[in-house]
Antibody, heavy 117, light 113 residues
Framework: QVQLVQSAAEVKKPGASVKVSCKASGYSFTNYYIHWVRQAPGQGLEWMGWINPDSGGTNYAQKFQGRVTMTRDMSISTAYMELSRLRSDDTAVYYC??????????WGQGALVTVSS | DIVMTQSPDSLAVSLGERATINCKSSQGVLYSSNNKNYLAWYQQKPGQPPKLLIYWASTRESGVPDRFSGSGSGTDFTLTISSLQAEDVAVYYCQQYYTIPITFGQGTRLEIK
């Protein structure tokens, strides 16, 4: 069965960077895009971008351009999302999610990133 | 960006009764070349990731109970739960995947009356 297992929660200081991982199993990693979506505490869902695991091509939401980098390591079926210059309002649960064609179907368990001095 | 607006923000329905959630997009999400509405519905329970319920506006995901249905086209969409069960208490989100950036509605909290 499809599984996306994300890295553990992290606490970071303002201005630092965080890198969240998403290990995929149960399917061919290069066949489906991986999306990243975040959710601030008690808030709604915010799409950050996607990566094509086959080509490495990416498409980021304009809001995160210049601060986000999505990469992948095909040898270990893992996608990564790195967010730099962290601010307190970046405190959120970060989800990776696998698409099926144009829409997202399978979600990771989420990784809480807390930004606090 | 396409703005997705859900109504109501919260809803309380008695067990066994019908629940209806609306979603309006600021521009159409119907792709004319394939006649598909690029609209999905997700359910999120506390402490869990979202779960896909409906895609292409009206296609139920495998394993989703048939009391969940989606309808609408263009800019106006509806998620209906025909007979509310206790396990349906959750926040529901609509999402458009017609264009980048993908955008979500603000969510509708569904509770038992």
């Amino acid at each position: 069965q499809v599984q996306l297992v994300q890295s553990a929660a992290e606490v970071k200081k303002p201005g630092a960077s965080v890198k969240v991982s998403c290990k995929a199993s149960g399917y061919s990693f290069t066949n489906y895009y991986i999306h990243w979506v975040r959710q601030a505490p008690g808030q709604g869902l915010e799409w950050m971008g996607w990566i094509n695991p086959d080509s490495g091509g990416t498409n980021y939401a304009q809001k995160f351009q210049g601060r986000v980098t999505m990469t992948r390591d095909m040898s270990i079926s893992t996608a990564y999302m790195e967010l730099s210059r962290l601010r307190s309002d970046d405190t959120a649960v970060y989800y990776c999610a696998r698409a099926r064609g144009d829409y997202v179907v399978f979600w990771g368990q989420g990784a809480l990133v807390t930004v606090s001095s | 960006d396409i703005v997705m607006t859900q109504s109501p923000d919260s809803l309380a329905v008695s067990l066994g009764e019908r629940a209806t959630i609306n979603c309006k997009s600021s521009q159409g999400v119907l792709y004319s070349s394939n006649n598909k509405n690029y609209l999905a519905w997700y359910q999120q329970k506390p402490g869990q990731p979202p779960k896909l319920l409906i895609y292409w506006a009206s296609t139920r995901e495998s394993g989703v109970p048939d009391r969940f249905s989606g309808s609408g086209s263009g800019t106006d969409f509806t998620l209906t739960i025909s007979s509310l069960q206790a396990e349906d208490v959750a926040v529901y989100y609509c999402q458009q995947y017609y264009t980048i950036p993908i955008t979500f509605g603000q969510g509708t909290r569904l509770e038992i009356k």
